[in-house]
């Protein structure tokens, strides 16, 4: 794989972009709206350091790996998230004399 990803320069570049893009935008990102030049600064800086982890890649370090791993973590925590929050649901449609029962 790693092999392929170096013989392939453009397509792990566009993979390893879109990859740090969803990090950020799902982890670090604001919840204001930037500017628009902003924001295309941004994603500019984003590009050249997807460029150095391209770099990386071709050097035989597993950066599209480790991000892939990264953003499965991610995907885990939301669906706990998830699953939680309609526990949670669940327990307060609940009727009150149900509740007092239990206890």
């Given at each position: 794989?790693?092999?392929?990803f170096?013989?392939?320069?453009?397509?792990?570049f566009?993979?390893?972009f879109?990859l740090?893009?969803?990090?950020?935008?799902?982890?670090?990102?604001?919840q204001?709206?930037l500017?628009l030049?902003?924001?295309?600064?941004?994603?500019v800086l984003m590009a050249i350091?997807?460029?150095l982890l391209?770099i990386?890649q071709?050097d035989?370090?597993?950066?599209i790996?480790?991000?892939?791993v990264a953003?499965c973590?991610?995907?885990?925590v939301?669906?706990?998230?998830?699953v939680?929050?309609?526990q949670?649901k669940?327990q307060?449609k609940?009727?009150p004399?149900e509740?007092?029962?239990?206890?």
């Open positions: 794989m790693q092999d392929w170096s013989h392939h320069p453009y397509i792990a566009v993979i390893i879109v740090v893009a969803y990090v950020y935008n799902k982890v670090f990102r604001a204001q709206k500017p030049w902003k924001e295309a600064i941004l994603y350091g997807s460029f391209l990386f071709i035989k370090l597993p950066i790996q480790c991000l892939l953003v973590l991610m995907l885990m939301r669906i706990r998230y998830f939680e929050a309609r949670k669940k307060n609940v009727p004399a509740k007092a029962g239990r206890l």
